[in-house]
């Protein structure tokens, strides 16, 4: 599964924004690009994490970066990342940023519910809208949001947050239909469990039946489907797992994951929020 790394930079260099670039799967993409030649804009919050990142990646791979400190939740955002890419070529947008909490939705407090709708999936529409015309008159450029296994059905305990993935994994695949003619490939990545920091803070409990992954394997796959494929579920356990639940009726899907919602993140306290 190895990508010709002349070729992609071709169709998808020579700067590429990475958002959630800090930790995580953010940070293994901005790994894997470097390291296929790509010129790098990592965003976030925390800036010290990514200008070590920055430094490390130009030293290794002879690229370029530049760090953009910024909330993705905050509407205006745009405007600073904006200014932040000012005459660069922009090729491909990761749009990878996201709260991911897990709890029952009346124990999270309102104002979080309404900033992690807006960063899970109002950032990646806002990125989409300003990165994709540059692309489009260009003839050539990619996109990926990155969603979840959550978005395929109701997840309680994570519900909110399934709704922003289903929101990325639709939007996605509208786009690559939309955009294909014009030389845009868009991808949705519907990935499973994976070893992350924001997975590991929901103190998760092991379920013998949910499969955890290793970043590298995830962004190593998401790569290789994009330009192939609206969407990618990363790992044949999870392939099996969503085929599997996609016949069940969904009732009984939303059971099953409200189960193992439970048993991998419970017990949850009731505490309701009456904000
Ligand atoms: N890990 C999993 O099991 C899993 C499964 C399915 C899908 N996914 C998806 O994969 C993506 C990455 O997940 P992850 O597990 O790697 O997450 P993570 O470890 O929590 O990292 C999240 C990243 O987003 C950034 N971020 C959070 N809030 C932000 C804000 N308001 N503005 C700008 N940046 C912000 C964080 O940096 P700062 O805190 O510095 O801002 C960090 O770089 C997410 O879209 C997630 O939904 C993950």
């Known amino acids: 599964m190895s990508l010709d790394a002349a070729t992609f930079r071709r169709r998808y260099g020579p700067w590429a924004v990475v958002t959630g670039a800090s930790r995580g799967l953010g940070e293994e993409f901005a790994r894997q690009l470097a390291a ?3 010129n790098l804009v990592l965003v976030a919050r925390s800036e010290a994490p990514m200008a070590a990142l920055a430094a490390g990646l130009e030293a290794a791979h002879g ?14 955002f745009i405007d600073t990342l904006a200014a932040a890419t000012e ?6 947008v990761v749009s990878n940023a996201a709260l991911s909490t897990v709890g029952p939705l009346l124990s999270q ?27 489009a008159k260009r003839g ?11 978005a395929l059905h109701g997840t309680p305990f994570s519900a909110n947050y399934a709704g922003t993935k289903a929101y990325n994994l639709i939007l996605a695949e509208a786009l690559w239909y939309e955009w294909r003619p014009l030389g845009v490939d868009v991808l949705g990545v519907a990935a499973g469990v994976t070893r992350t920091p924001g ?3 929901n103190h998760p409990k092991p379920d013998r039946l949910v499969p955890v992954a290793e970043a590298a394997p995830v962004v190593t796959r998401s790569l290789a489907a994009l330009g192939r494929r609206p969407s990618v579920a990363p790992g044949l356990r999870n392939r099996l797992g969503y085929a599997l ?20 993140f419970g017990p ?8």
Do not use: C, Y
């Open 36 to 38: 296929l030649g790509l």
């Open 63 to 76: 690229i370029e970066t530049r760090v953009a400190p910024l909330d993705l939740g905050d509407g205006g």
């Open 87 to 92: 005459g660069l070529e922009v090729g491909l």
């Open 109 to 135: 407090d309102r104002a979080h519910l309404v900033r992690q709708l807006h960063l899970n999936a109002g950032a990646g529409l806002i990125l989409a809208r300003h990165f994709g015309p540059a692309m």
């Open 140 to 150: 050539r450029g990619g996109i990926i949001f990155l969603s979840s296994g959550s």
């Open 199 to 201: 997975w590991a803070a």
């Open 245 to 264: 639940m996609a016949v069940v009726p969904r009732a009984w899907a939303t059971r099953i994951l409200g189960r193992s919602m439970g048993k991998m």
């Open 268 to 275: 949850f306290a009731s505490t309701f929020d009456n904000d």
